[in-house]
């Protein structure tokens, strides 16, 4: 059974940098075509995309976040690390992590966590 | 790439058919998958590569379209059908979502 758990603050400051772990189970990052991704959900708006790290170590993120973001997975621990730097009121969200396999279900997040609001406030 | 889903909301009774619509900027030959959400829940994998029903997704759900334009239908709702759907495609190895279409109870 695939599982994914986002752990992270709930409270971050404006100009910090927040730094959000995806713990999953069930599955390997190492495995071929398999994917870890980052979306987040602003209260009552649409979801989007962030970044995704693939097994083989190859990394996509939005072009409109690019320069503040950074993902990065530790295979042995069964991670993914995202992290949000200089963030500001309106990174205020539900930050969900999501498993894709290419080979077995092309081109979806089959997997998703149950997310994780983070308000950013001073 | 950027998707346009229409529209943005839905009123439909119990036992309506109902269609939306997801527009792709460029081609993505069937790299789109259908996802519904429920409040303060996690978006759950309807349909994967257009068409293909996910494992105990109920078969009232259907995808359809190639290319730019994509279709989700659902026949027959139900009371759990209502709730909000979001098309997603897969291009160069990263992700975009629509803006989502809520179904509302009319």
Known sequence: QITLKESGPTLVKPTQTLTLTCTFSGFSLSTQASGVGWIRQPPGKALEWLAVIYWDGDKRYNPSLKTRLSITKDTFKNQVVLTLANVDPLDTATYYCAFSDFEAIPAALIHWGQGSLVTVSS | ?106
């Open chain 2, 1 to 106: 790439i950027q998707l346009t889903q229409s529209p943005a909301s839905l009123s439909a009774s119990v036992g309506d058919e109902v269609t939306i619509t997801c527009r792709a900027s460029q081609g993505i030959r069937t790299y789109l998958a259908w996802y519904q959400q429920r409040p303060g829940k996690a978006p759950r994998l309807l349909i994967s590569a257009a068409s293909t029903l996910h494992g105990g997704v109920p078969s009232r759900f259907s995808g359809s379209g190639f290319g730019t334009e994509f279709t989700l239908t659902i026949s027959d709702l139900q009371p759990e059908d209502f709730a909000t759907y979001y098309c997603q495609q897969l291009n160069d190895y990263s992700w975009t979502f629509g803006q989502g279409t809520t179904l509302e109870f009319k």
